[in-house]
């Protein structure tokens, strides 16, 4: 059993069956009285944020959650393969299990997948991913100004808003924190 | 680091040129104690020697040995020193902090407010502080009562201490002060602690606020030594029901209660604290050379 002074940025603790991940924390003792911990906790089923506040050195239940590195393999019907690197163990998640990080898969994309008691809940792919454009109006030669911008439409079907220069078959550097155009790749 | 050294050496002077021109005398009393203090919400660090006989605790404040000086007759002293104080750590917090305390003898504890703006002001001019104009004093003054009315989104029973300090913690202390500076009166007698009680029951505590941080705590002193026994035997008894270590009663301290203390006021401000406050830091670590983390 845990307590309060396991708490730490990143600590994932349990609270009725879901667990937290502690994204900031104080420690906080008013003159003469009870210290208390406050915290910041994201719902990592849900991604929502809410603050807590413990007495100080109440016990906490750790949250059973481990971090793998997998592969993406492929698609299957309403669901995303993947592989885990070192066991070769294979393991399915749903689209809308990945939300919108469906846009940033290309077979062999290493993401790192969340699991809690041993079931996949969330997905981190890496920061930046590069992706071909499929679909957008054709550029505008010598027009390197990246103040207006139009739509394009990417090859995993993620749309984003890119310069006009810009053109199908370039490659593009996407930032997935922000789903934004960073810049267009040479090669 | 060499910023952070100027800074100090530039408030720690202030500190001491502010109670030099009110003939204040500059006292040292000891790290190592017989008692660290009752209050069940202090945990010390306990000191052993070599073959492992405990020969006392590091203070978590200066209190008992300088109220001994007021008992001596020393009319007006301070003291800048380390204070103790176990577990505890955060932005606000470190085990080991630097405490500013001075007491005052036939003076009450709005002396000692007084005192307090005064000085905050003179630090924060000195250290060229861009907030020296939002501290001149007076600073605006409020009831606990009035505090839980204005910012508590809940009227508090005080008897149930938890819930007290929970809705203070989240609700009340984050907004006190956020514009200037506030001093908050008139505490609930159960933590009265060495304070003595106004006729209207509540406590004749003080602690002053700026941008939802406790700056310091001060009282009209208690002076009852049959009173402050009662007191420390309560807080023996709470802390023996909680499974914590029970400190000896500094009989010493009493004894120097009944051989009459003269009717006085206190303030303990965390100088580490203001040096945050003052500079716009986040934490107090970041105007410290040596936080513990950094050990």
Not at chain 2, 197 to 213: K, M, S, W, Y
Request: a negative charge; one cysteine or more.
């Amino acid at each position: 059993m845990a307590d309060t002074s396991d708490i730490k940025k990143g600590f994932k603790m349990l609270i009725d069956g879901v667990p937290y991940a502690v994204v900031d924390h104080q420690f906080v003792k008013p003159g003469k009285g009870q210290a208390f911990i406050r915290t910041r906790i994201k719902n990592m089923m849900t991604g929502a944020v809410i603050d807590r506040t413990f007495k100080s050195g109440e016990k906490l239940e750790k949250a059973d959650t481990e971090e793998r590195t997998m592969q993406y393999l492929y698609p299957e019907g309403d669901s995303r393969v993947f592989m885990d690197t070192q066991s070769y163990e294979q393991i399915s998640l749903t689209n809308e299990q990945l939300g919108e990080n469906v846009y940033y898969l290309l077979d062999g994309t290493e993401v790192d997948i969340m699991l809690f008691e041993g079931r996949p809940i969330g997905v981190t792919p890496p920061t930046f991913v590069e992706l071909v454009v499929t679909e957008t109006e054709p550029g505008f030669k010598g027009d390197t100004s990246s103040n207006t911008t139009k739509p394009a439409t990417l090859e995993t079907g993620l749309q984003v808003n890119v310069p006009l220069f810009v053109n199908t078959g370039d490659k593009l550097k996407i930032d997935t924190r922000t789903a934004a155009y960073v810049e267009r790749v040479k090669g | 680091m060499i910023e952070v050294l100027r800074l100090r050496a530039k408030a720690m002077e202030a500190v001491r040129r502010f109670f030099a021109e009110r003939d204040f005398i500059e006292v040292e009393t000891p790290a190592i104690v017989p008692c660290p203090g009752l209050d069940v919400h202090l945990s010390a660090f306990e000191v052993r020697d070599p073959r492992g006989a405990t020969v006392g605790w590091l203070a978590t404040s200066p209190e008992y040995q300088m109220k001994r000086l007021l008992s001596a007759g020393a009319e007006c002293i301070f003291q800048l020193c380390r204070s103790y104080r176990a577990e505890e750590q955060g932005r606000h917090h470190e085990r080991e902090f630097t405490m500013l305390e001075w007491y005052r003898a036939h003076a009450t504890s709005d002396d000692v407010i007084h005192d307090t703006e005064r000085l905050v002001t003179r630090v924060a001019e000195a250290i060229g502080s861009p907030d020296a104009a939002l501290l001149a004093p007076p600073w605006d003054r409020m009831t606990v009562d009035e505090a839980f009315d204005r910012h508590a989104s809940q009227p508090i029973d005080p008897a149930d201490e938890e819930t007290f300090f929970r809705i203070w913690t989240e609700e009340v202390q984050p907004a006190l002060g956020a514009e200037r500076p506030v001093v908050v009166t008139q505490w609930p007698a159960s933590m009265a602690s060495l304070a003595k009680l106004h006729p209207n029951g509540t406590a004749d505590r003080f602690e002053a606020f700026f941008r939802g941080v406790e700056l310091c705590n001060g009282f009209g002193e208690l002076t009852d030594a049959a009173e402050q026994r009662r007191r420390f035997e309560r807080d023996q008894a709470q802390r023996r029901e909680a499974g914590l270590p029970v400190y000896p009663i500094d009989e010493r301290f009493l004894e120097a209660l009944a051989a009459g203390m003269p009717e006085s006021g206190g303030n303990a401000l965390g100088i580490d604290r203001l040096l945050m406050l003052l500079t716009g830091a986040s934490s107090i670590q970041s105007v410290m050379p040596f936080p513990a983390e950094d050990l």
